[in-house]
């Protein structure tokens, strides 16, 4: 059974940090590439970061310079470090992997853990 499982949400001040986690099972992680997306109250679904399974990454314009992506496959688990953040990063922060294995496309997603940025 696949589970990506978030954690590290919370509530904070706007200027201040968090740092998500994913760790994932019932998945080979490591040939996965991985990502962070969130959804404000109201909108659409949108893509933070991304790293490949090489270790790329990219992000989204609104967070670059503030936000890293990173991942341990050793412990099958991605991160997203946030920092200066702001009110409007106020969303539900979901992990997703996605793979391809024997010609077969896999796409999982996590629960989801709620940020809040409000003074």
């Known amino acids: 059974q696949v589970q990506l499982v978030e954690s590290g949400g919370g509530f904070v001040q706007p200027g201040g940090s968090l740092r998500l986690s994913c760790a994932a099972s019932?998945?080979?992680?490591?040939?996965?590439?991985m990502a962070w997306y969130r959804q404000a109250p109201g909108k659409e679904r949108e893509l933070v970061a991304t790293?490949?399974?090489?270790?790329?990454?990219d992000y989204a314009d609104s967070v670059k310079d503030r936000f890293a992506i990173s991942r341990d496959n050793a412990k099958s688990t991605v991160y997203l470090q946030m920092n200066s953040l702001k009110p409007e990063d106020t969303a539900v922060y979901y992990c997703?992997?996605?793979?391809?294995?024997?010609?077969?496309?896999?796409?999982?997603w996590g629960q989801g853990t709620q940020v809040t940025v409000s003074s």
């Open positions: 997703n992997a996605d793979g391809v294995l024997f010609g077969k496309q896999y796409h999982y």
């Open positions: 019932g998945i080979l992680f490591r040939v996965y590439a």
């Open positions: 790293i490949g399974n090489g270790g790329l990454t």
